[in-house]
């Protein structure tokens, strides 16, 4: 029964089984990594059962593959919610910032080990790389409504967000065996830098 007192419909109780297995699957790459979520890591997590999970998910790829979308979904709401309350958000230092807390952010290693996996994973390569536009293609969107980036030509200013987010994911990827934060600041105002004559250059 629901707070209210009203039965929830099978429909809801599917979605509710769905959403707990698709949160566990996060969680579960995020703590020990994708080689290591299994189906009975995944269960446990969400707890269910296997049936509960083919019962929703014709197979494991499917599941990583709607994990992954929950993924990029929180990622642009939460930079979308970081960059709000910013009272100049023209300034490229800070929003590239805000593009790096994004990449360093825990979640965020489950796109990075998606990635890493879909090398030698042609199935996973083949399934993935829609989800990839479709998230890449959200970001762009995104963007249109970021004042930092609306004075660069569309071409230009998407490409200048790709080269900026594989920077920060191979940060992300490598500041947690190798964290050297004293270059840190070091390499945000170098990569602003070249950002803003980037845009000096474009507008001359």
């Avoid at 699957?25 to 080689?35: N, R």
């Avoid at 965020?108 to 042609?122: C, F, G, K, P, Y």
């Avoid at 030509?153 to 191979?170: I, Y």
């Amino acid at each position: 029964m629901t707070e209210a007192g009203v039965r929830r419909t099978q429909a809801e109780r599917r979605a509710e089984t769905s959403a707990r297995l698709v949160d566990a699957t996060i969680a579960s790459i995020v703590e020990v990594g994708y080689a290591r979520t299994s189906t009975k890591e995944i269960c446990a997590r969400a707890g269910v059962s296997h049936g509960a999970l083919f019962g929703r998910f014709a197979t494991v790829l499917d599941l990583m593959l709607a994990a992954a979308a929950e993924v990029a979904r929180r990622q642009i709401e939460q930079f979308t919610a970081d960059l709000a309350p910013v009272p100049d958000q023209r300034d490229v230092t800070t929003v590239l910032g805000l593009l790096r807390e994004r990449a360093r952010a825990p979640i965020n290693s489950v796109w990075i080990e998606l990635q890493v996996a879909a090398r030698t994973d042609a199935d996973l390569r083949e399934r993935l790389a829609p989800v990839v536009i479709e998230y890449v293609g959200a970001i762009f969107t995104a963007a249109d409504a970021v004042p930092a980036f609306r004075e660069f030509a569309a071409d230009r200013r998407d490409l200048l967000l790709l080269m900026s987010m594989h920077f920060f994911d191979g940060e992300g990827l490598t500041a947690v065996p190798y964290p050297w934060p004293e270059l840190d600041e070091q390499r945000l105002g170098l990569l602003a830098e070249m950002v803003r004559q980037y845009r000096v250059d474009e507008t001359e």
